[in-house]
């Protein structure tokens, strides 16, 4: 009966045009092999690639990011450990890849089928997720269709603002609109009172990797270049809303399989911590990618210098290119900044804070 009661409401509010609700009843409806879903009648894509749910093992498996979004959750995805981590308000689940062994606010639980990742997608259980979140789900048969109905809760909007502060030397530290604090190759400079709760390091030397310059947050998370590249394949990392993407670093004092530059994503903004490099092969590609901010180093030393920082800046075409690293052992050079002259020069100095 609650079955029937269920579809009956899809199909009402299908016919009806019905906008998706903050709060409330909430119906989202999937189909195997189709890559859109319905939420309150409203049709999306369950992910950007077209990516459709599968059945293994009589168990649903899809990519979940849409569905919990629209439950009112948030989703967090570490490449490293290959754990995708799912909050809504209070209650917390942790799914690891091929580990048939899932946590809901730390209980274990056995799952029928282990999450998987098929076709470069990372598939998992929608009802162990559903039910944890306190959803009920709907299997019908006859049309292959999984139903999942509840209250959703509200996310709160928040700001897309993004505050930066160049620390200077390569160190640089920005707030995310969600209030939380990341630091970028600590070293240099002030500023180190605030709890990290991610610290990005692009390699190992010594003016990189200060990681205990400042206090960590209880779920502080570490990110270094060995967890960036894993069996010489680039690991990306999602977390606390922001998407991490690991690319090229490399020159003669750096080696490519040790190094690593950063794309991150944060606040509607896509960032380039290049860190300590030279023009790599893959910079050719990112004119592509719609940088906001690129920071490229320039002490001509360890890594390029100013001429091939020009060329590098031209290549990537971001919107503002900032000049970091720029003399061996300064926190910042005014004299070589005001030399790197390209359209999207954007001096910063040390200890500034910017809004992106």
């Known amino acids: 009966m609650k079955r029937a009661v269920t579809m009956l409401l899809v199909l009402i509010m299908t016919l009806c045009g019905m906008n998706t609700l903050a709060e409330g009843e909430t119906v989202i409806s999937l189909r195997i092999g189709e890559p859109e879903m319905t939420v309150n009648g409203e049709k999306q894509a369950i992910d950007e690639n077209g990516t459709v749910p599968v059945i293994v093992n009589d168990r649903t498996l899809l990519p979940v990011r849409a569905v919990v979004e629209a439950m009112g959750g948030n989703v967090a995805w570490n490449g490293v450990t290959r754990t995708v981590s799912l909050v809504m308000e209070a209650t917390d689940i942790k799914l690891v890849i091929d580990d048939t ?15 998987a990742i098929i076709n470069d997608r990372t598939m998992l259980p929608i009802r162990f997720i559903a039910e944890g979140f306190g959803f009920d ?24 603002k993004v505050m930066l502060t160049y620390q200077g030397h390569g160190s640089v530290k920005f707030h995310t609109p969600e209030g939380k604090v990341v630091y970028v190759d600590p070293y240099a400079g002030e500023g180190y009172d605030e709890e990290a709760d991610l610290i990005l390091v692009t390699h190992e030397h010594p003016d990189h990797n200060k990681t205990d310059l400042m206090p960590h947050a209880a779920d502080c998370v570490i990110f270094r270049s060995s967890d960036a590249i894993q069996n ?17 670093a490399y020159n003669k004092n750096h080696k490519v ?13 896509l960032l380039y911590f290049a860190g300590d490099t030279s023009k790599t092969d893959q910079m050719a590609t990112l004119s592509e990618r ?20 020009i060329e590098c800046a031209e290549l990537i075409k971001a919107k503002h290119t900032i000049p970091y690293h720029m003399s061996p052992g300064a926190l910042f050079d005014r004299e070589r ?17 910017i809004e992106l």
């Open 101 to 115: 062994t899932a946590y809901l606010d730390d209980k274990a639980h056995e799952l029928d089928t282990a999450p």
């Open 137 to 160: 789900v709907a299997w019908d048969e006859a049309s292959k269709t999984i139903t999942i109905t509840g209250e959703a809760k509200t996310i709160e909007k928040k700001e897309d």
């Open 232 to 248: 010489g394949e680039y690991q990306t990392l999602d977390i606390y809303g922001m998407h991490i993407e690991p690319v090229q």
């Open 257 to 269: 399989e040790e190094c690593v530059g950063y794309l991150v994503t944060v606040g509607g903004k």
């Open 290 to 309: 719609g940088i906001d901010y690129a920071f490229l180093p320039m002490d001509g030393r360890f890594n390029m210098d100013i001429a091939e920082a």
């Open 337 to 353: 900044a005001e030399q790197f002259k390209t359209e999207s020069a954007f001096i910063i100095e040390a200890g500034q804070e």
